[in-house]
């Protein structure tokens, strides 16, 4: 196990720049937000602790990267912004993400919700629901694991032809495990920056996804057609869980975050069978609860 930790100054080196735009903007800070700055520059914050990688396996250590600080970010030509017309976050659902449709409905609602408050003042708005059909996308049974799995490059070509005109991206999300090439064992998401569209699967944060009893596993593939999208009717959709909620919310807005690096949408129509009222699943975001707290005290103080 390893600890990715910086001094002061390095930090200090890092966040604070020399770009009169960037000194302008800090110095337009109130004083509680420059506390809250502050904060990480001090080796022993509570708030920004070091980063602990627990093995050779994990991102950091087996995908290295050369530094990049906040100006380089900030001056980087490639980086995309939001503007007046280009202004909309629009989330794309490809098949079913619960086992009930008002499940479904109200996943996606907790989703564009919590894509509302992490890109505060950008529009999100919901894509008109549609099945792996509609795509045209090639797919397989996973020969380790045997799972559907649906082509994500092929889903992006599709996402790229229906991309509204006011959108920045279009995030598409589904319950379908990925693969990106027929040599790859599967992809938890692909995106072109480029095009600003993505494509992400949340399966494999299901809690059983790993488990011999998933009942996901494609077991009539071999006597269907490659045409034949009847396969996927009624394909098992994991429980909706916390912690899969929670892992969902923020591979949703991580790629968004990196992107800051045709015909309108249409909102669902949400069904109201009996004007149901799903529980939100939240204990675990409860850790992310007491960090905001920590933060606005500190800007409050």
Request: a neutral charge; glycine letters at 6%.
């Amino acid at each position: 196990m390893q600890t990715v930790r910086h001094s002061e100054q390095t930090l200090r080196t890092a966040l604070i720049s020399k770009n009169p735009a960037l000194v302008s903007q800090y110095e337009k800070l109130e004083a509680g937000e420059q506390r809250l700055m502050n904060e990480a520059f001090q080796p022993a914050s509570h708030l920004f602790g070091p980063i602990t990688l627990h093995s050779q396996s994990d991102w950091i250590t087996s995908h290295p990267e050369p530094p990049q600080d906040f100006e380089e970010f900030f001056i980087d030509p490639y980086r995309k912004t939001p503007t007046p017309e280009k202004c909309c976050i629009y989330i794309q659902c490809i098949g079913s993400l619960g086992n009930t449709k008002i499940i479904s409905e109200e996943y996606v609602k907790w989703l564009k919700g919590y894509c509302e408050a992490f890109f505060y003042g950008l529009t999100v708005k919901l894509l008109e629901p549609v099945p792996v059909s509609a795509t045209r996308c090639s797919f397989r049974v996973n020969e380790n694991t045997q799972n559907l799995q649906i082509h994500a490059g092929h889903i992006l070509k599709f996402l790229k032809k229906k991309k509204p005109e006011d959108a920045f991206c279009v995030v598409g999300i589904t319950m379908i495990d990925l693969y990106p090439r027929d040599s790859w064992n599967f992809v938890f998401g692909q995106a072109s920056l480029t095009d600003g569209v993505g494509i992400f699967s949340f399966a494999r944060y299901g809690s059983n996804f790993y488990s011999s009893h998933y009942e996901g596993k494609g077991k009539t593939l071999q006597q269907k057609s490659s045409s034949d999208y009847s396969v996927f009717d009624n394909y098992y959709t994991p429980e909706v869980t916390s912690v899969l909620l929670l892992r969902s919310c923020k591979a949703l807005v991580r790629w968004i975050d990196g992107e800051s690096a045709g015909t309108p949408g249409v909102t669902p129509k949400h069904s109201h069978e009996d004007n149901v009222n799903l529980p939100k699943p939240v204990e675990a975001f409860k850790e992310w609860k007491e960090w905001i707290i920590k933060c606005l005290a500190v800007v409050q103080n």
